[in-house]
């Protein structure tokens, strides 16, 4: 039988599963095995530029944090597993599908966003949406072209007024 101090540690990092997911918009759960230390180190610090990180826990102890919030991975917590806690809902996707373009090797299986179980097909599709500053520059140029016909509507009306 394992002793108390192992018990507690194993308790311990359970509960911090459990917060980091809290925490986090994004969560995705991915298989890493046949990435180099680089690629994993390059990933890293991809993320780490959208305030996002990547660990490995055992899968054990992953599916009793996700026991405790009522969530279930079944089927996906086996293999080696890393998972990535991102406190924005957009960017950590898009780095990892974009990640996962270039590098064969790894595999995204399963994430939570926003509280809820997604699938591979929803993480894709959330991964093409365009970033806010993408979104803010759509807008911005929508609005641009009302007043940019309205201006042009009016110069000709003012340029019909003169001529009468």
Do not use: C, W
């Not at 990092?13 to 809290?22: E, G, L, P, R, S």
């Amino acid at each position: 039988m394992a002793s108390t101090k192992i018990l507690d540690q194993k308790k311990e990092i359970v509960n911090d599963i459990v917060k980091n997911i809290q925490d986090s918009e994004s969560v995705i759960l991915f298989q890493y095995q046949g990435l180099t230390v680089a690629d994993l180190s390059d990933l890293r610090k991809k993320l780490r530029e959208t305030d996002a990180t990547v660990k490995v826990y055992k899968n054990t102890l992953l599916k009793r944090a996700l026991d405790e919030l009522n969530l279930s991975f079944d089927g996906f917590l086996e293999g080696p597993n890393a998972i990535l806690f991102g406190k924005n809902l957009l960017e950590p996707i898009k780095v990892i599908a974009d990640f996962a373009k270039e590098h064969e090797k790894l595999e995204i299986r399963v994430g939570i966003i926003s509280g809820s179980v997604a699938d591979l097909a929803t993480i894709n599709e959330y991964a093409t949406i365009p970033s806010r500053e993408g979104l803010l520059t759509m807008l911005a140029a929508g609005m641009m072209e009302h007043v940019r016909n309205l201006s042009i509507a009016l110069n000709l009306y003012a340029e019909g007024k003169e001529e009468n």
